[in-house]
Nanobody
Framework: QVQLVESGGGLVQAGDSLRLSCQASGRTSSRYPMAWFRQAPGKEREFVAS????????VYTDSVKGRFTISRDNAKNTVYLQMNSLKPEDSAVYYC????????????????WGQGTQVTVSS
C-alpha cells in the first residue's frame, strides 16, 4: 500500500549538515503521519522525529532538538529531515516509517518502513 524510499545520507564531518529525504508512493501516503528512526550497529532502533499528516505538529527526541528539523511536502509525497550540527553519535542508518495514524516513539507500531540511508559523521 505504501512504499518508502530514503535518500540523502553520506559521510560528513562533525558540524556539517545533511538533508535526508523520504519519498512515499501509494494512494493515501500523503495523509499519513511520518517518522524518522535511526539505528547504529549494536543498538536498538531509536525514534528521532515525527510529523503529522498536515505538518502542523512535530515531535523530536531530546538528543536532536534544536539541531534537526522534520518537514514534509505533501504535493511531492516527501518527508525531509534536515540535520545540522551533526555529531559522531548521530551516525546510524536512518529510516522513515509510517503507520496511518500513529506517530509516537514505539517502532513496533509502524507498519511501513524504507530500506534506510547511511549517515556517518566523523570527528
Amino acid at each position: 500500500q505504501v512504499q518508502l524510499v530514503e535518500s540523502g545520507g553520506g559521510l560528513v564531518q562533525a558540524g556539517d549538515s545533511l538533508r535526508l529525504s523520504c519519498q512515499a508512493s501509494g494512494r493515501t501516503s500523503s495523509r499519513y503521519p511520518m517518522a524518522w528512526f535511526r539505528q547504529a550497529p549494536g543498538k536498538e532502533r531509536e525514534f528521532v522525529a515525527s510529523i503529522t499528516s498536515s505538518g502542523s505538529k512535530t515531535v523530536y527526541t531530546d538528543s536532536v532538538k534544536g539541531r534537526f528539523t522534520i518537514s514534509r511536502d505533501n504535493a511531492k509525497n516527501t518527508v525531509y529531515l534536515q540535520m545540522n550540527s551533526l555529531k559522531p553519535e548521530d551516525s546510524a542508518v536512518y529510516y522513515c516509517a509510517a503507520d496511518g495514524i500513529y506517530m509516537g516513539r514505539d517502532a513496533n507500531k509502524y507498519d511501513y518502513w524504507g530500506q534506510g540511508t547511511q549517515v556517518t559523521v566523523s570527528s
